[in-house]
């Protein structure tokens, strides 16, 4: 399953990098994550391994993060493993003026079990989702 969806941050390129950076930042807009686990490589540069730990309806979901690509400030990929697959995220950012920025976000998903099944009739619920952590970043951005 593949899909892109994007918003607009009014806020200038640099300081939207700044925030997309800071790993503790994400929890002020990344719903239910309390806790970041670094497991190898350096935090936030190619090839580092991090846990994310989710609440989520009062389960807990640990999604294990890879950083594939980095070309701030236009570009960075990710790879996430869950229960559910394997996702790969290109956010792209995009300046449009001094103080505006589209933001894209081009997923792939690669589900496993039920979700395989059921991809076909959710990928709309998968873009609201990755809509919705995208609109809470452009809200952490912009306030």
Known sequence: MK??????INRPLDEVITKFK???GAKEW???LHTIEPLSGTPGEVGAVTNFHFTYK??????????????FPDQ??????????YNEV???FEPLSDNSVKQINNSYFKLKG???????????MFKKQSLGFMNAFKNYCEK
């Open 58 to 71: 009062k389960k807990e979901m640990v999604i294990k993060e890879t950083i594939l690509e980095q070309n």
């Open 3 to 8: 899909y892109t969806v994007s918003n607009t």
């Open 30 to 32: 990344m719903e239910g």
């Open 114 to 124: 039920i979700m395989k099944l059921l991809a076909p009739f959710t990928k709309g």
């Open 76 to 85: 960075v990929k990710f790879a996430y493993e869950s229960p559910m697959g």
């Open 90 to 92: 290109e956010m792209r």
């Open 22 to 24: 800071d790993e503790e």
